[in-house]
């Protein structure tokens, strides 16, 4: 399986972007979809994870209202928009899907999208 993310780039702060991920090579819909992000000094977090049906969304506290995950199974892209961007979301955004089956962990990463906010 193959995750591919596009739609990064730079913004002035206040403003938006669309991230998208695309999965090729396994069977999206069984896969929950998270959106992480990783600046630089920082750690990796979790920024946003959807689950399979797209019923149910979680949040970074810091992202909350601001950014909203969705995904359509029948395109097998998952989307992250981003509004009222602000120079702390600065980072390499990646696109993460997880199954588990049996008791084990079946993940995949992306190779991530740069989001720069800057004036």
């Known amino acids: 399986g193959q995750l591919v993310e596009s739609g990064g780039g730079l913004v002035q702060p206040g403003g938006s972007l669309r991230l998208s991920c695309a999965a090729s090579?396994?069977?999206?819909?069984?896969?929950?979809m998270s959106w992480y992000r990783h600046a630089p000094g920082k750690e990796r977090e979790l920024v946003a994870t959807?689950?399979?049906?797209?019923?149910?969304?979680n949040y970074k506290d810091s992202v909350k209202g601001r950014f909203t995950i969705s995904r359509d199974n029948t395109k097998n892209t998952a989307y992250l928009q981003m509004n009222s961007l602000k120079p702390e979301d600065t980072a390499l955004y990646y696109c993460?899907?997880?199954?588990?089956?049996?008791?084990?962990?079946?993940?995949?990463w992306g190779q991530g999208t740069q989001v720069t906010v800057s004036s």
């Open positions: 993460y899907a997880k199954i588990g089956i049996r008791g084990y962990d079946y993940e995949y």
């Open positions: 959807i689950a399979r049906t797209g019923g149910s969304t």
């Open positions: 090579g396994l069977t999206f819909s069984a896969y929950a």
